[in-house]
């Protein structure tokens, strides 16, 4: 089975280049012209030889707070954690698959394709640290995280309003009119905070999105969830909790 993953990383490319100044909007009209897809792995449970490199490897003490793998969570036994950003992700408790480091790879060259930046900007700004889908796999639900190095950070309502003003404008010039974005309020671990939604529709399908900030420094954590209605998509962000 193939999955569409274009609409889901096309709200992030939006999100960045309107916070970073934009970019053409007949690259993103092309873009919207290609259906984008990768195929589904089997996800295997990480050997323990995995997931200790991957422990000792961030671990190091070689990152620094400017260095976007500093920013960066733990995956073992398929329970995501990011000290930095206090949150946790437990996959199996929530009855999630988290895609394959194959699967995400291929995502991420989709997403450098189709927002036009460059693979050495994308390896310094912008990493896609976990990616999951309800149903074990199989389900309308998914969420991701992604950590990104902003250009312009934001922080309240009044900055977030600005952005979804900008997104609105690069949409209506791409002709892409199924899409509509706002800005809100939504709840995550427990908090209210600032969030931003997103319509996609598609015929009769409508596909709900929901996407969280949270700020560290330079770098943002992106939290988004989607499904087929807003009331799906906020329990997939419910899915994830705070660390401490």
């Known amino acids: 089975m193939k999955k569409n993953i274009f609409a889901a990383l096309l709200f992030l490319t939006m999100a960045v280049t309107a916070c970073s100044g934009g970019t053409k909007a007949e690259t993103l009209a092309e873009s919207t012209q290609a259906e984008s897809t990768v195929e589904e792995t089997t996800t295997e449970e990480p050997t323990t030889e995995e997931t200790t490199t991957q422990a000792e490897v961030l671990k190091q003490d070689t990152h620094t707070e400017e260095d976007i793998q500093y920013y960066r969570g733990r995956k073992e036994n398929s329970v995501y954690t990011n000290e930095v950003f206090n949150i946790k992700f437990d996959a199996p408790a929530n009855n999630y698959k988290m895609e394959t480091r194959e699967n995400i790879a291929q995502m991420r060259d989709i997403f450098i394709k189709q927002s036009g930046i460059s693979e050495e900007v994308a390896d310094e700004s912008i990493y896609m640290d976990v990616y999951a889908t309800s149903e074990n796999g199989t389900g309308v639900s998914n969420v991701n995280v992604v950590i990104e190095k902003m250009g312009t950070p934001f922080e309240n309502e009044t900055e977030l309003e600005k952005v979804v003003a900008r997104l609105q404008e690069q949409y209506k010039a791409a002709g892409m009119v199924n899409v509509s974005v706002e ?14 939604s997103a319509t996609d529709t598609t015929g009769d399908y409508t596909v709900y999105r929901k996407q969280i900030y949270i700020k560290s420094g330079n770098f943002m954590a992106i939290i988004t969830a989607s499904s087929i209605s807003e009331e799906r998509a906020q329990k997939a962000l419910d899915t994830f909790t705070a660390l401490r």
Not at 183 to 196: D, L, N, Q, R, V
């Open 183 to 196: 800005s809100g309020k939504a709840m995550f671990t427990g908090k209210e905070t600032i969030a931003m």
